[in-house]
């Protein structure tokens, strides 16, 4: 809209044939509009770039259930052009908590992935780490929980190509709302609320 909110400037539909929520929006330094959410579309009909990241669905949990998958996508300022887009998704059901960019267009994302149960029987992938956002061995956290659920850190290139950094964290309990950010020095803060009474918190901590 325009600065009096008198106008639409720009305006457009995105997503596939089912649901989507978008749930953060921000500016890189060329202009583009970076927008993440998440989407239970999986039938190819979701936008994504040929050169994703991800360009495969995940959010699938077993038959007769569809979760959701992390997604997101650059545009043109006006809205009139899908510049890239990419699923960042695990291989289960997962979604957005926060997004943000650096100084340098780099994308953050802070995610969760839910644990669900059919049969008796919790029904979450236990996969590798690098299966889920390519956990590098030294990232803070590389464990999965196949009961409480897991949050993520993935931090990407302007185009959502490839992943740069990521990590897993708290992984008994699973955070689910919160926020990122990053400082000038591209150190990266997350808020987040926890049932975890053991989640790791540094000496003199408030």
């Known amino acids: 809209l325009n600065t009096s909110l008198t ?6 539909y995105f997503g596939g044939t089912n649901d989507e929520e978008i749930n953060k929006v921000a500016y890189d330094n060329n202009g583009n509009i970076i927008v993440a959410g998440r989407t239970d579309t999986d039938d190819n009909s979701f936008p994504i770039s040929p050169d994703a990241y991800d360009d495969q669905f995940l959010g699938m949990m077993f038959p007769g259930y569809v979760g959701t998958d992390t997604f997101a996508a650059n545009l043109s300022s006006d809205l009139s052009y899908l510049n890239h887009s990419s699923f960042l998704g695990a291989q289960i ?3 957005l908590i926060s997004m943000t960019i650096d100084n340098s267009g780099k994308i953050y994302v802070f995610g969760h992935i839910h644990p669900y149960q059919c049969d008796g029987q919790f029904c979450y992938l236990a996969v590798d780490p690098k299966a889920i956002y390519e956990v590098p061995e030294n990232a803070f956290d590389t464990t999965t929980d196949v009961l409480n659920g897991s949050s993520f ?6 185009d959502l190509t490839d992943i740069i950094y990521g990590t897993l964290i708290d992984h008994t309990s699973g955070l689910v709302n919160g926020d ?8 990266v803060l997350v808020t987040s609320s926890t049932n975890n009474s053991s989640f790791v918190t540094t000496k003199h901590a408030y």
């Not at 106008?7 to 457009?12: E, F």
């Not at 850190?153 to 302007?158: H, L, M």
């Not at 990122?180 to 150190?187: E, H, L, W």
């Open 153 to 158: 850190i993935g931090i990407y290139k302007n």
């Open 93 to 95: 059901d997962n979604g």
């Open 180 to 187: 990122i950010a990053v400082d000038s020095n591209y150190n």
């Open 7 to 12: 106008s639409i400037l720009s305006a457009t």
